[in-house]
């Protein structure tokens, strides 16, 4: 059984940087695609980031230059540094994993786990 627990959410003026954590359990981590996605109110959930095994990066455009994955797979968590955070950044953030690894990193379809979620929120 996968578990992916998120952790580092918070209250943050614009401007202001937060990182986030996802901390996988139950199989070997450093194999698979890792993403980062959220969900605002009245809005579908988006693709924000992914890092593949190999170290690959990929970004929404929304968030090009401003955040930054990477993972440590010596601890199984990825991290999303999220620097010059916006008002329309505001939503609930997700990682997630899957079941067998894939080329559409950036559809939610392609991922199997979640985690719970963490709080993001922007204020102006």
């Known amino acids: 059984q996968v578990q992916l627990v998120e952790s580092g959410g918070g209250l943050v003026q614009a401007g202001g940087s937060l990182r986030l954590s996802c901390a996988a359990s139950g199989r070997t981590f450093r194999i698979y695609t890792m993403g980062w996605f959220r969900q605002a109110p009245g809005k579908e959930r988006e693709f924000v980031a992914a890092?593949?095994?190999?170290?690959?990066?990929y970004y929404a455009d929304s968030v090009k230059g401003r955040f930054t994955i990477s993972r440590d797979n010596a601890k199984n968590t990825v991290y999303l540094q999220m620097n010059n955070l916006k008002p329309e950044d505001t939503a609930v953030y997700y990682c997630?994993?899957?079941?067998?690894?894939?080329?559409?990193?950036?559809?939610?379809?392609?991922?199997?786990?979640w985690g719970q979620g963490t709080q993001v929120t922007v204020s102006s």
């Open positions: 997630a994993a899957p079941r067998v690894d894939g080329t559409k990193y950036s559809s939610a379809r392609s991922y199997d786990y």
């Open positions: 890092v593949r095994s190999g170290g690959s990066t």
